[in-house]
């Protein structure tokens, strides 16, 4: 059983920063794509970046140009930094991650619990 938990959201100010960080454990073969989503109250679930096991990224527009994805494959971590935050920024920020478990496994979509992030203007 894998576990992913997000953590460093919180409350800042428009133009203000913040670092979240994702760490999966457990019984852990390989991680593949890792990334990060994020829902505000009353929307869908949408995606904010990616991040393959070889360092490609990918962002959504929204967030391109502020936002940088990264990961430590050793550690099974991935990071967020968030710059030049917006109030539209405002979420709940999931931790997502392709997991296989062995060799044999097949990959199965790991989700953490979510963390909260309050962008006041």
């Known amino acids: 059983q894998v576990q992913l938990v997000e953590s460093g959201g919180g409350l800042v100010q428009a133009g203000g920063s913040l670092r979240l960080s994702c760490a999966a454990s457990?019984?852990?073969?390989?991680?593949?794509?890792m990334g990060w989503y994020r829902q505000a109250p009353g929307k869908q679930r949408d995606l904010v970046a990616t991040i393959t096991s070889g360092g490609s990224t990918n962002y959504a527009d929204s967030v391109s140009g502020r936002f940088t994805i990264s990961r430590d494959n050793a550690k099974n971590t991935v990071y967020l930094q968030m710059n030049s935050l917006k109030p539209e920024d405002t979420a709940v920020y999931y931790c997502?991650?392709?997991?296989?478990?062995?060799?044999?496994?097949?990959?199965?979509?790991?989700w953490g619990p979510g963390t909260q992030v309050t962008v006041s203007s």
């Open positions: 997502n991650a392709g997991i296989v478990t062995s060799r044999w496994a097949r990959e199965y979509d790991g």
């Open positions: 457990g019984s852990i073969f390989k991680i593949n794509v």
